[in-house]
Protein backbone atom coordinates (compact mmCIF):
# COMPACT_ATOMS: atom_id res chain seq x y z
CA UNK A 1 0.00 0.00 0.00
CA UNK A 2 1.43 2.86 -0.99
CA UNK A 3 1.86 5.96 1.81
CA UNK A 4 -0.27 8.73 2.38
CA UNK A 5 0.03 12.55 0.99
CA UNK A 6 2.19 13.50 4.46
CA UNK A 7 4.27 10.40 4.20
CA UNK A 8 5.18 10.79 0.49
CA UNK A 9 6.05 14.52 0.63
CA UNK A 10 8.21 13.77 3.56
CA UNK A 11 9.90 11.16 1.26
CA UNK A 12 10.21 13.15 -1.76
CA UNK A 13 11.94 16.03 0.68
CA UNK A 14 11.91 19.33 -0.95
CA UNK A 15 10.88 18.38 -4.42
CA UNK A 16 7.44 17.34 -3.35
CA UNK A 17 7.52 15.22 -6.44
CA UNK A 18 3.28 13.35 -6.98
CA UNK A 19 3.42 9.71 -5.64
CA UNK A 20 3.42 7.16 -8.38
CA UNK A 21 -0.23 6.11 -8.18
CA UNK A 22 -2.73 8.65 -10.54
CA UNK A 23 -4.50 10.64 -7.64
CA UNK A 24 -6.63 14.11 -7.98
CA UNK A 25 -4.41 17.26 -7.68
CA UNK A 26 -6.04 20.82 -6.92
CA UNK A 27 -5.44 23.64 -8.69
CA UNK A 28 -3.22 25.54 -5.73
CA UNK A 29 -0.97 22.28 -6.32
CA UNK A 30 -0.27 22.41 -9.39
CA UNK A 31 0.26 26.15 -9.47
CA UNK A 32 3.28 25.53 -6.68
CA UNK A 33 4.53 22.84 -9.36
CA UNK A 34 4.19 25.60 -12.21
CA UNK A 35 6.28 28.30 -9.80
CA UNK A 36 9.18 25.75 -9.41
CA UNK A 37 9.44 24.46 -12.88
CA UNK A 38 8.35 20.73 -12.50
CA UNK A 39 7.66 19.13 -15.80
CA UNK A 40 4.01 19.06 -16.61
CA UNK A 41 2.84 21.44 -13.92
CA UNK A 42 0.80 23.86 -15.83
CA UNK A 43 -1.45 21.21 -17.40
CA UNK A 44 -4.61 22.33 -15.73
CA UNK A 45 -6.56 23.04 -18.42
CA UNK A 46 -5.30 19.35 -20.17
CA UNK A 47 -6.77 18.04 -17.18
CA UNK A 48 -9.67 19.44 -17.38
CA UNK A 49 -10.57 18.54 -20.83
CA UNK A 50 -9.80 14.95 -19.48
CA UNK A 51 -12.50 15.54 -17.53
CA UNK A 52 -14.94 17.29 -19.40
CA UNK A 53 -14.07 14.24 -21.82
CA UNK A 54 -15.03 11.44 -19.39
CA UNK A 55 -18.12 13.39 -18.46
CA UNK A 56 -19.23 13.56 -22.47
CA UNK A 57 -18.81 9.96 -22.83
CA UNK A 58 -21.16 9.00 -19.58
CA UNK A 59 -24.40 7.15 -20.31
CA UNK A 60 -26.18 9.65 -18.17
CA UNK A 61 -25.31 12.82 -19.97
CA UNK A 62 -26.63 13.62 -23.72
CA UNK A 63 -26.43 16.91 -25.98
CA UNK A 64 -29.70 18.47 -25.58
CA UNK A 65 -31.45 21.27 -27.98
CA UNK A 66 -31.60 24.10 -25.81
CA UNK A 67 -32.29 27.10 -28.52
CA UNK A 68 -33.58 27.72 -32.24
CA UNK A 69 -32.95 30.87 -34.44
CA UNK A 70 -34.20 32.11 -37.78
CA UNK A 71 -32.64 35.25 -39.79
CA UNK A 72 -32.65 36.34 -42.88
CA UNK A 73 -29.18 37.33 -42.93
CA UNK A 74 -25.98 34.74 -42.75
CA UNK A 75 -25.45 33.37 -39.01
CA UNK A 76 -21.82 32.90 -37.91
CA UNK A 77 -20.66 30.89 -34.93
CA UNK A 78 -17.05 31.56 -33.34
CA UNK A 79 -14.99 30.75 -30.08
CA UNK A 80 -18.67 29.97 -28.15
CA UNK A 81 -20.42 33.04 -29.70
CA UNK A 82 -23.17 33.38 -32.16
CA UNK A 83 -23.40 35.94 -34.44
CA UNK A 84 -26.36 37.25 -36.26
CA UNK A 85 -28.04 40.20 -38.22
CA UNK A 86 -24.72 40.76 -40.01
CA UNK A 87 -22.82 40.81 -37.00
CA UNK A 88 -24.79 43.03 -35.19
CA UNK A 89 -26.10 40.79 -32.71
CA UNK A 90 -23.64 38.56 -30.23
CA UNK A 91 -25.25 35.43 -28.26
CA UNK A 92 -23.05 33.47 -25.34
CA UNK A 93 -22.70 30.12 -25.35
CA UNK A 94 -21.10 29.89 -22.19
CA UNK A 95 -24.49 29.71 -20.13
CA UNK A 96 -26.79 26.26 -20.21
CA UNK A 97 -28.46 28.12 -23.45
CA UNK A 98 -27.14 30.98 -25.29
CA UNK A 99 -27.38 34.53 -23.80
CA UNK A 100 -27.39 37.82 -25.61
CA UNK A 101 -24.25 39.74 -24.77
CA UNK A 102 -24.81 42.74 -26.96
CA UNK A 103 -26.58 44.33 -29.61
CA UNK A 104 -25.29 46.92 -32.08
CA UNK A 105 -27.02 49.84 -33.53
CA UNK A 106 -28.22 49.49 -36.82
CA UNK A 107 -26.04 50.91 -39.53
CA UNK A 108 -26.82 51.93 -42.76
CA UNK A 109 -26.05 49.96 -46.22
CA UNK A 110 -22.78 52.04 -46.62
CA UNK A 111 -21.34 51.43 -43.12
CA UNK A 112 -22.78 47.63 -43.00
CA UNK A 113 -20.53 44.95 -42.16
CA UNK A 114 -18.76 43.09 -45.14
CA UNK A 115 -16.70 40.54 -42.79
CA UNK A 116 -15.24 39.82 -39.95
CA UNK A 117 -12.47 38.15 -38.23
CA UNK A 118 -12.10 37.09 -34.56
CA UNK A 119 -8.54 38.54 -32.85
CA UNK A 120 -7.35 36.65 -29.33
CA UNK A 121 -4.84 38.34 -27.70
CA UNK A 122 -1.47 36.65 -26.34
CA UNK A 123 -0.83 34.67 -23.07
CA UNK A 124 3.13 34.86 -23.40
CA UNK A 125 3.41 38.42 -23.62
CA UNK A 126 1.61 41.50 -22.18
CA UNK A 127 1.34 44.47 -24.75
CA UNK A 128 1.93 48.40 -23.63
CA UNK A 129 -2.13 49.79 -24.26
CA UNK A 130 -4.97 47.53 -22.10
CA UNK A 131 -7.36 47.96 -24.66
CA UNK A 132 -4.74 45.72 -27.19
CA UNK A 133 -5.12 42.78 -25.00
CA UNK A 134 -8.49 41.97 -25.09
CA UNK A 135 -10.55 39.44 -27.49
CA UNK A 136 -12.04 41.55 -30.46
CA UNK A 137 -13.84 41.65 -33.34
CA UNK A 138 -12.01 42.92 -36.53
CA UNK A 139 -14.58 44.20 -38.94
CA UNK A 140 -14.63 45.61 -42.25
CA UNK A 141 -16.94 47.33 -43.29
CA UNK A 142 -18.29 48.91 -46.98
CA UNK A 143 -16.75 52.13 -46.96
CA UNK A 144 -13.37 50.96 -45.81
CA UNK A 145 -13.16 51.59 -42.29
CA UNK A 146 -11.59 48.38 -40.28
CA UNK A 147 -12.68 48.52 -36.89
CA UNK A 148 -11.63 46.71 -33.63
CA UNK A 149 -14.66 45.87 -31.31
CA UNK A 150 -14.79 44.33 -27.82
CA UNK A 151 -16.15 40.40 -28.03
CA UNK A 152 -18.03 41.17 -24.61
CA UNK A 153 -19.54 44.84 -25.39
CA UNK A 154 -19.13 45.37 -29.22
CA UNK A 155 -17.53 48.66 -27.84
CA UNK A 156 -14.87 50.23 -30.45
CA UNK A 157 -11.42 49.69 -29.80
CA UNK A 158 -9.62 51.65 -32.35
CA UNK A 159 -10.20 51.95 -36.24
CA UNK A 160 -8.52 52.71 -39.66
CA UNK A 161 -9.50 54.09 -42.62
CA UNK A 162 -8.44 52.18 -45.41
CA UNK A 163 -8.78 53.44 -48.73
CA UNK A 164 -10.84 56.12 -50.61
CA UNK A 165 -9.40 54.61 -53.92
CA UNK A 166 -9.39 50.66 -53.53
CA UNK A 167 -12.66 48.76 -52.21
CA UNK A 168 -11.83 46.64 -49.39
CA UNK A 169 -14.53 43.29 -49.51
CA UNK A 170 -12.28 40.23 -47.57
CA UNK A 171 -11.02 39.99 -44.19
CA UNK A 172 -8.23 36.68 -43.70
CA UNK A 173 -5.81 35.12 -41.38
CA UNK A 174 -2.65 34.10 -41.69
CA UNK A 175 -2.21 32.88 -38.12
CA UNK A 176 1.41 31.40 -38.01
CA UNK A 177 2.93 35.31 -38.79
CA UNK A 178 0.52 36.95 -36.41
CA UNK A 179 -0.88 38.70 -39.15
CA UNK A 180 -3.97 39.46 -40.86
CA UNK A 181 -5.20 40.78 -44.61
CA UNK A 182 -7.95 42.94 -46.22
CA UNK A 183 -8.64 42.11 -49.83
CA UNK A 184 -9.99 44.44 -52.65
CA UNK A 185 -12.62 43.32 -54.93
CA UNK A 186 -10.89 42.50 -58.20
CA UNK A 187 -10.38 45.44 -61.07
CA UNK A 188 -11.91 43.01 -63.89
CA UNK A 189 -11.94 44.27 -67.44
CA UNK A 190 -15.48 45.37 -69.38
CA UNK A 191 -15.95 44.63 -73.30
CA UNK A 192 -16.09 48.15 -73.52
CA UNK A 193 -12.88 49.01 -72.04
CA UNK A 194 -11.15 46.11 -74.41
CA UNK A 195 -13.10 47.40 -77.48
CA UNK A 196 -11.49 51.01 -76.19
CA UNK A 197 -8.18 49.30 -76.08
CA UNK A 198 -8.60 50.70 -72.24
CA UNK A 199 -5.64 48.02 -69.81
CA UNK A 200 -5.71 48.08 -65.86
CA UNK A 201 -2.62 46.55 -64.94
CA UNK A 202 -3.66 46.43 -61.26
CA UNK A 203 -5.28 43.22 -60.67
CA UNK A 204 -6.54 43.65 -56.66
CA UNK A 205 -4.78 45.33 -53.68
CA UNK A 206 -3.47 43.62 -50.53
CA UNK A 207 -3.72 45.53 -46.92
CA UNK A 208 -1.41 43.64 -44.62
CA UNK A 209 -1.72 44.17 -41.16
CA UNK A 210 0.29 42.81 -37.85
CA UNK A 211 -2.21 42.25 -34.62
CA UNK A 212 -0.79 42.81 -30.78
CA UNK A 213 -1.05 45.62 -31.46
CA UNK A 214 -2.17 46.91 -34.41
CA UNK A 215 0.21 48.26 -36.94
CA UNK A 216 0.50 48.03 -40.78
CA UNK A 217 2.67 46.25 -42.61
CA UNK A 218 1.40 48.42 -46.06
CA UNK A 219 -0.69 47.88 -49.40
CA UNK A 220 0.63 45.88 -51.78
CA UNK A 221 -0.24 46.35 -55.62
CA UNK A 222 -0.91 42.82 -57.51
CA UNK A 223 -0.07 43.62 -60.94
CA UNK A 224 0.09 42.10 -64.40
CA UNK A 225 3.38 43.46 -64.98
CA UNK A 226 5.28 41.36 -62.14
CA UNK A 227 2.91 38.45 -61.87
CA UNK A 228 1.56 38.22 -65.25
CA UNK A 229 -1.86 37.79 -66.62
CA UNK A 230 -4.83 35.38 -65.61
CA UNK A 231 -4.46 36.07 -61.91
CA UNK A 232 -7.53 34.96 -60.36
CA UNK A 233 -6.97 35.67 -56.61
CA UNK A 234 -4.52 35.59 -53.87
CA UNK A 235 -3.69 34.86 -50.34
CA UNK A 236 -1.54 34.80 -47.82
CA UNK A 237 -0.14 32.09 -45.58
CA UNK A 238 2.60 31.31 -43.34
CA UNK A 239 4.57 34.29 -44.97
CA UNK A 240 4.12 32.83 -48.35
CA UNK A 241 1.98 34.87 -51.21
CA UNK A 242 0.10 32.36 -53.08
CA UNK A 243 -1.48 33.65 -56.63
CA UNK A 244 -3.53 31.45 -58.54
CA UNK A 245 -4.19 31.63 -62.28
CA UNK A 246 -7.05 30.92 -64.93
CA UNK A 247 -4.50 27.98 -66.12
CA UNK A 248 -4.93 26.56 -63.06
CA UNK A 249 -1.40 27.18 -62.03
CA UNK A 250 -0.17 27.42 -58.31
CA UNK A 251 2.78 29.93 -57.81
CA UNK A 252 4.28 30.66 -54.18
CA UNK A 253 5.96 33.97 -53.66
CA UNK A 254 8.45 35.51 -50.78
CA UNK A 255 6.30 37.91 -48.79
CA UNK A 256 9.41 38.69 -47.02
CA UNK A 257 11.33 39.34 -49.81
CA UNK A 258 8.32 41.33 -51.51
CA UNK A 259 8.08 44.07 -47.81
CA UNK A 260 10.19 47.08 -48.77
CA UNK A 261 8.89 50.51 -46.99
CA UNK A 262 7.28 50.24 -43.49
CA UNK A 263 4.38 52.67 -42.15
CA UNK A 264 3.06 53.22 -38.87
CA UNK A 265 -0.56 53.94 -38.11
CA UNK A 266 -1.26 57.12 -36.97
CA UNK A 267 1.95 58.61 -37.97
CA UNK A 268 2.97 61.34 -40.84
CA UNK A 269 3.91 59.70 -44.36
CA UNK A 270 6.04 61.11 -47.04
CA UNK A 271 3.86 58.87 -49.10
CA UNK A 272 0.94 60.82 -47.79
CA UNK A 273 2.36 64.02 -48.55
CA UNK A 274 3.22 64.40 -44.80
CA UNK A 275 -0.30 63.24 -43.62
CA UNK A 276 -1.36 60.79 -41.04
CA UNK A 277 -1.60 56.77 -42.08
CA UNK A 278 -5.03 55.24 -41.06
CA UNK A 279 -6.83 58.87 -41.18
CA UNK A 280 -9.84 60.44 -43.25
CA UNK A 281 -9.75 60.48 -46.82
CA UNK A 282 -6.02 59.34 -47.16
CA UNK A 283 -6.25 56.09 -45.41
CA UNK A 284 -3.22 53.84 -46.45
CA UNK A 285 -1.04 54.65 -48.91
CA UNK A 286 0.15 51.50 -51.21
CA UNK A 287 3.61 51.16 -50.03
CA UNK A 288 4.55 47.73 -51.34
CA UNK A 289 5.25 48.19 -55.49
CA UNK A 290 7.06 45.62 -57.27
CA UNK A 291 9.06 46.38 -60.38
CA UNK A 292 10.29 42.78 -61.15
CA UNK A 293 8.97 39.20 -61.09
CA UNK A 294 9.49 37.85 -57.62
CA UNK A 295 11.82 34.43 -57.47
CA UNK A 296 9.01 31.46 -57.24
CA UNK A 297 9.81 29.16 -54.04
CA UNK A 298 7.05 26.68 -55.97
CA UNK A 299 4.97 26.16 -58.82
CA UNK A 300 2.82 23.29 -59.78
CA UNK A 301 -0.96 22.79 -61.81
CA UNK A 302 -4.01 21.24 -60.51
CA UNK A 303 -7.64 20.88 -60.91
CA UNK A 304 -10.17 24.00 -59.36
CA UNK A 305 -6.57 25.89 -58.48
CA UNK A 306 -6.85 23.89 -55.45
CA UNK A 307 -3.45 22.92 -53.68
CA UNK A 308 -3.09 22.12 -49.85
CA UNK A 309 0.69 21.77 -47.81
CA UNK A 310 1.21 20.62 -44.54
CA UNK A 311 2.48 17.34 -42.21
CA UNK A 312 5.96 16.97 -41.47
CA UNK A 313 8.47 16.98 -43.27
CA UNK A 314 6.36 19.32 -45.98
CA UNK A 315 4.42 17.86 -48.43
CA UNK A 316 1.50 18.74 -50.50
CA UNK A 317 -2.23 17.06 -52.03
CA UNK A 318 -3.53 18.15 -55.09
CA UNK A 319 -5.15 16.92 -58.14
CA UNK A 320 -3.86 16.74 -61.28
CA UNK A 321 -5.29 18.62 -64.50
CA UNK A 322 -5.54 15.61 -66.92
CA UNK A 323 -9.12 14.07 -66.77
CA UNK A 324 -7.59 10.44 -66.06
CA UNK A 325 -6.67 12.04 -62.93
CA UNK A 326 -9.82 13.43 -62.08
CA UNK A 327 -11.34 11.96 -58.51
CA UNK A 328 -8.08 11.25 -57.21
CA UNK A 329 -5.74 13.00 -54.79
CA UNK A 330 -1.71 13.14 -54.97
CA UNK A 331 0.31 13.05 -52.37
CA UNK A 332 4.30 14.48 -52.87
CA UNK A 333 7.30 16.02 -51.09
CA UNK A 334 7.24 19.37 -51.29
CA UNK A 335 10.76 19.15 -51.24
CA UNK A 336 11.29 17.16 -54.72
CA UNK A 337 7.42 16.70 -55.58
CA UNK A 338 8.13 12.95 -55.18
CA UNK A 339 4.79 10.83 -54.67
CA UNK A 340 4.50 9.04 -51.27
CA UNK A 341 4.39 5.35 -51.39
CA UNK A 342 0.78 4.74 -51.90
CA UNK A 343 0.12 8.38 -51.90
CA UNK A 344 -2.41 8.72 -55.04
CA UNK A 345 -5.75 8.02 -52.96
CA UNK A 346 -9.22 7.30 -55.17
CA UNK A 347 -12.40 7.54 -53.81
CA UNK A 348 -13.18 4.26 -55.18
CA UNK A 349 -16.97 4.40 -54.54
CA UNK A 350 -19.78 5.53 -56.32
CA UNK A 351 -21.30 8.96 -55.06
CA UNK A 352 -23.23 12.05 -56.03
CA UNK A 353 -20.65 14.16 -54.07
CA UNK A 354 -16.86 14.36 -54.68
CA UNK A 355 -14.79 13.29 -51.58
CA UNK A 356 -12.79 15.69 -49.72
CA UNK A 357 -8.83 15.34 -48.45
CA UNK A 358 -7.33 17.93 -45.94
CA UNK A 359 -3.95 17.30 -43.40
CA UNK A 360 -5.39 16.69 -39.59
CA UNK A 361 -5.81 20.23 -37.96
CA UNK A 362 -4.33 18.15 -34.73
CA UNK A 363 -0.67 18.50 -36.65
CA UNK A 364 0.68 14.39 -36.86
CA UNK A 365 1.45 14.28 -39.63
CA UNK A 366 -2.37 12.59 -41.05
CA UNK A 367 -4.14 13.13 -43.17
CA UNK A 368 -8.31 13.19 -43.37
CA UNK A 369 -9.70 11.65 -46.67
CA UNK A 370 -13.86 12.13 -46.34
CA UNK A 371 -16.16 10.68 -48.79
CA UNK A 372 -19.66 10.67 -49.09
CA UNK A 373 -20.08 6.73 -48.73
CA UNK A 374 -22.42 4.94 -46.80
CA UNK A 375 -22.89 2.13 -44.60
CA UNK A 376 -24.37 -0.98 -45.19
CA UNK A 377 -26.76 -2.34 -43.00
CA UNK A 378 -24.40 -5.13 -41.05
CA UNK A 379 -25.43 -4.05 -37.40
CA UNK A 380 -21.93 -3.18 -36.59
CA UNK A 381 -20.22 0.39 -35.79
CA UNK A 382 -20.41 2.49 -38.61
CA UNK A 383 -16.85 3.41 -40.07
CA UNK A 384 -15.65 6.25 -41.59
CA UNK A 385 -13.40 7.00 -44.50
CA UNK A 386 -10.27 7.63 -44.42
CA UNK A 387 -7.28 8.71 -42.69
CA UNK A 388 -4.01 8.70 -44.53
CA UNK A 389 -0.52 8.38 -42.49
CA UNK A 390 2.62 10.70 -43.78
CA UNK A 391 5.50 9.18 -41.45
CA UNK A 392 8.40 11.50 -40.43
CA UNK A 393 10.92 10.06 -43.01
CA UNK A 394 8.04 11.61 -45.30
CA UNK A 395 7.61 7.84 -47.39
CA UNK A 396 4.46 5.85 -45.53
CA UNK A 397 1.06 6.33 -46.45
CA UNK A 398 -1.35 4.15 -44.76
CA UNK A 399 -5.52 3.54 -45.21
CA UNK A 400 -7.05 2.91 -41.83
CA UNK A 401 -10.41 2.98 -42.61
CA UNK A 402 -12.58 0.83 -45.08
CA UNK A 403 -14.77 3.15 -47.90
CA UNK A 404 -17.86 2.15 -48.54
CA UNK A 405 -20.11 2.60 -51.34
CA UNK A 406 -22.89 5.44 -51.57
CA UNK A 407 -27.13 4.90 -50.76
CA UNK A 408 -29.04 7.39 -50.84
CA UNK A 409 -31.27 4.79 -48.63
CA UNK A 410 -28.20 4.29 -46.23
CA UNK A 411 -26.04 6.03 -43.80
CA UNK A 412 -24.30 8.83 -45.12
CA UNK A 413 -21.26 10.79 -44.26
CA UNK A 414 -21.56 14.71 -44.75
CA UNK A 415 -19.25 16.65 -41.81
CA UNK A 416 -16.02 15.59 -40.41
CA UNK A 417 -15.33 18.25 -37.29
CA UNK A 418 -12.24 17.75 -34.98
CA UNK A 419 -12.71 19.28 -31.76
CA UNK A 420 -8.69 19.74 -30.63
CA UNK A 421 -9.39 19.87 -26.75
CA UNK A 422 -10.94 16.96 -26.63
CA UNK A 423 -8.93 15.27 -29.28
CA UNK A 424 -12.77 13.70 -30.53
CA UNK A 425 -13.68 13.62 -34.18
CA UNK A 426 -17.19 14.53 -34.61
CA UNK A 427 -18.73 12.79 -38.02
CA UNK A 428 -21.91 14.06 -39.42
CA UNK A 429 -23.92 11.05 -40.39
CA UNK A 430 -27.81 11.21 -42.31
CA UNK A 431 -30.07 8.69 -43.36
CA UNK A 432 -33.34 9.40 -46.12
CA UNK A 433 -35.49 6.64 -44.85
CA UNK A 434 -39.08 7.58 -44.89
CA UNK A 435 -38.49 10.48 -46.77
CA UNK A 436 -36.67 13.04 -44.48
CA UNK A 437 -33.33 13.10 -43.70
CA UNK A 438 -32.40 12.64 -40.13
CA UNK A 439 -29.07 13.31 -39.24
CA UNK A 440 -26.80 11.95 -36.01
CA UNK A 441 -23.04 12.96 -34.75
CA UNK A 442 -20.59 9.97 -34.09
CA UNK A 443 -17.97 10.73 -31.81
CA UNK A 444 -14.71 8.81 -33.04
CA UNK A 445 -11.63 8.69 -30.56
CA UNK A 446 -9.06 10.66 -32.43
CA UNK A 447 -6.22 8.41 -31.94
CA UNK A 448 -8.00 4.99 -32.79
CA UNK A 449 -11.20 6.00 -34.75
CA UNK A 450 -13.13 3.98 -32.02
CA UNK A 451 -16.77 5.08 -32.47
CA UNK A 452 -17.66 6.15 -28.46
CA UNK A 453 -20.80 7.41 -28.72
CA UNK A 454 -23.89 9.11 -31.21
CA UNK A 455 -25.78 12.31 -30.83
CA UNK A 456 -28.93 12.54 -32.48
CA UNK A 457 -29.98 15.82 -33.70
CA UNK A 458 -33.77 16.65 -34.05
CA UNK A 459 -34.37 18.87 -36.46
CA UNK A 460 -34.42 17.21 -40.31
CA UNK A 461 -31.26 17.20 -42.23
CA UNK A 462 -32.36 18.31 -46.20
CA UNK A 463 -29.63 17.35 -48.23
CA UNK A 464 -30.00 19.80 -50.70
CA UNK A 465 -29.27 22.83 -48.21
CA UNK A 466 -26.11 24.06 -46.83
CA UNK A 467 -25.28 23.18 -43.54
CA UNK A 468 -22.38 23.55 -40.82
CA UNK A 469 -21.50 21.87 -37.55
CA UNK A 470 -19.59 23.11 -34.98
CA UNK A 471 -18.39 20.54 -32.03
CA UNK A 472 -17.08 23.03 -29.33
CA UNK A 473 -16.53 21.14 -25.97
CA UNK A 474 -20.17 21.02 -24.06
CA UNK A 475 -21.70 22.70 -27.23
CA UNK A 476 -22.95 21.69 -30.78
CA UNK A 477 -24.18 24.46 -33.24
CA UNK A 478 -25.54 23.57 -36.58
CA UNK A 479 -26.39 26.13 -38.79
CA UNK A 480 -28.07 25.68 -42.27
CA UNK A 481 -29.07 27.55 -44.67
CA UNK A 482 -32.89 27.02 -46.11
CA UNK A 483 -33.42 29.06 -49.44
CA UNK A 484 -32.84 32.74 -48.64
CA UNK A 485 -33.34 32.08 -44.55
CA UNK A 486 -30.77 30.64 -42.16
CA UNK A 487 -31.50 28.97 -38.81
CA UNK A 488 -28.89 28.04 -35.69
CA UNK A 489 -29.94 25.05 -33.56
CA UNK A 490 -28.13 24.57 -30.25
CA UNK A 491 -27.39 21.86 -28.55
CA UNK A 492 -25.65 21.56 -24.59
CA UNK A 493 -24.39 18.95 -22.68
CA UNK A 494 -26.74 17.94 -20.05
CA UNK A 495 -28.21 15.07 -17.63
CA UNK A 496 -29.91 12.84 -19.86
CA UNK A 497 -33.78 13.23 -19.36
CA UNK A 498 -35.28 9.75 -18.02
Same mark, same amino acid.
Request: charged fraction near 20%; charge should be neutral.
Given at each position: ????????????????????R?????????????????R??????????????????????D???????????????? !?????????????S????????????? %??? %? #?E??????????????????????K??????????? @???L??????? #?????????????Y????????????K??? !??E??????????? !????H???????? @??????????K????????????????L?????NK????????? =????K #???????????????? $???????????I?????????????N???? =?????????????? %??????????S???S??????????NC????S?????????????????????K????????S???????S??????????????????????V???????????V????? $?G????QI????????? @? @????H???PW??????????? %?????????????F????????????
Amino acid at each position: MLPDQSSCRNTCHLLMAPCSRKRAVNATELLSRRSRGIRDAGSLIRHSMEVLRGILLQDNRDFINVWNKSSKSTIMYE !NGKIYLENYQNCYSCVHAEPQLLYKLP %KRS %K #LEKFEDALLCQSPLDRTLASPSAQKPSLLVLTANNW @LYRLSVETGEE #LQRVYLSSKHKFRYLSWDVSQEMFYVKSVQ !NKETAFARQAGITH !NTVMHLAIFHVFP @LQIVGILDINKKVFGNGVTDVVLSHGVLVVSYSNKSVKLYSFEH =IVQMK #LTLGKPSSLLGGETVG $DVPFGIPVNIQITEWPPVLFEVSCANNSVQ =IGGYPWHYIYTPMH %KNHKGTHHICSLKDSTVASNGIQNMNCCSLESDGIFFHPDDSGRIVHSTFASQKEDGGDIQFSVTVTVTSSGRTVKKRFQQLDDDPDQDTFRIVEYEDELDLLAVVVTNGE $DGEGRAQIQLHDNQSGQ @L @LRTVHLLEPWDETYRHELFFD %KDTIVHIEQKNNSFCCHVYKLMVARK
